[in-house]
């Protein structure tokens, strides 16, 4: 089973990536953005976390 983890809305906002309680992938949404303390919905974060683990992803912001 896949968990895809998202933290955002406040500061420092990230997703991460668990198959069966191993981390796959996690990001902080400003190493994309280049926006320090980016507190924005991680939509790169998450689309790189999908992409580490071969998961096709919809996500459609």
């Given amino acids: 089973m896949y968990i895809l983890g998202v933290s955002c809305l406040y500061h420092d906002s990230a997703a991460c990536l668990i198959q069966d309680g191993i981390i796959i992938a996690a990001a902080q949404e ?4 280049r926006t320090k303390h980016d507190f ?12 580490e683990a071969g998961i096709q992803s919809r996500l459609e912001f």
Avoid: S
Avoid at 30 to 33: A, C, G, L, M, V
Avoid at 40 to 51: D, Q, S, T
């Fill in 30 to 33: 400003e190493r994309f953005t």
């Fill in 40 to 51: 924005h919905i991680p939509e790169n974060a998450m689309k790189y976390c999908l992409k």
